[in-house]
């Protein structure tokens, strides 16, 4: 697996609840994980039922086997300090730009910037080591695993990709040097970007699309998860049944036999035939519209994953649950 892992999605699709079930299940076996926000929506903290994240690594979650998963909120404007010190040691007088409003002006007003430094702060979190020894080359990383719930899919490749747009404005010097090594991660093996869909024609045309324009950008691809998948009702018999057309008699006569409908006249088990029927052509109509989509999905030639709708809703129980069908399916 990549070390760093984007996740995209049309809205709607779940691409937060998604990315948050990858980084457990990524934790898992005693690895670190980073979850990193990038959209300001604090929905990382609610799916964990914490309180709002700060602008810091915070440890939200312990995985199976005693993996640790961290949660990162970036802030454009912080982070856009943070690259004053660095660069230019500005120090108090970066504390002063942000009381005058700069910080917020220049993140607002260019929000090509505010994507560079979303990018930056995720990859210096994959490049990051700690020390382990005096050796250097025996240090570790910080985090084995960093995951981005990233924007939607519409505007992707666009984000991913600022950091050539900069590097090719700025050709020398420290943000010059810095756009490139974003890069350098972002279009390489360390990196896959995961489109999250359902089995609807809006959100499969939109990640073919998206597939199609990273690819076209040179940047890594991953993995297709189709979320909120339905369970089966009927096996492929009855669903030939149910499309076929069967006897409203016949299945009169086996309510009846079951007990139901009553035995008041008029009433009985023949005005139930009707809304069963509706039902079930409605169902034989999903399940073509879902497996014509799934065909859509796998001429992408993408590793194609499922995960389940939980009709309970999500929480924290559900949240693990998916995590633990990512690891079944491998990831």
Do not use: W
């Amino acid at each position: 697996m990549s070390r760093l892992q984007v996740v995209s999605g049309k809205g709607g699709t779940g691409k937060t609840t998604v990315a948050a079930a990858l980084a457990l299940a990524l934790a898992t076996e005693g690895k670190r994980t980073l979850l990193v926000e990038v959209e300001g929506r604090q929905g990382i903290a609610q799916l964990f039922e914490t309180e709002a994240l700060p602008y810091e690594e915070r440890k939200i979650a312990v995985a199976p086997g005693g993996g640790e998963v961290f949660a990162l909120a970036i802030d454009p404007e912080l982070a856009l300090l943070d690259y004053l010190q660095m660069f230019y040691k500005l120090g108090g007088a970066g504390r002063a730009l942000k009381k005058l409003g700069a910080i917020d002006f220049a993140t607002t007003v260019a929000p090509g910037l505010r994507d560079v430094l979303l990018t930056g702060k995720a990859c210096e979190a994959v490049r990051r080591k700690t020390k382990q020894t005096t050796n250097a080359k025996q240090d570790k990383y910080a985090y084995d695993y960093v995951v981005m719930d990233a924007p939607p899919t519409g505007r992707i490749t666009r984000f991913l990709n600022v950091n050539d747009e900069v590097a090719g404005l700025a050709k020398i010097g420290p943000i010059h040097n810095q756009a490139q090594a974003v890069m350098r991660v972002l279009k390489s093996p360390e990196t896959a970007v995961h489109l999250v869909t359902l089995l609807e024609e809006m959100p499969v045309q939109e990640t073919s699309d998206g597939i199609a324009e990273l690819r076209a950008a040179n940047l890594p691809v991953g993995r297709v998860i189709v979320n909120m998948v339905r369970p089966a009702v009927l096996d492929e018999a009855e669903l030939a049944l149910a499309q076929g057309g069967v006897p409203r008699a016949a299945i009169a006569k086996s309510l009846s036999a079951a007990g139901l409908g009553g035995a008041r006249r008029g009433g009985g088990a023949e005005r139930l035939v009707t809304p069963l029927l509706d039902q079930a052509a409605e169902y034989a109509e999903r399940h073509e519209l879902e497996r014509s989509q799934r065909a859509v999905l796998a001429d992408s030639g993408l590793p194609l994953h499922e995960l389940p709708l939980l009709t309970e809703g999500m929480d924290l129980a559900g949240l693990y649950r998916l995590a633990t069908e990512l690891r079944k399916q491998g990831i």
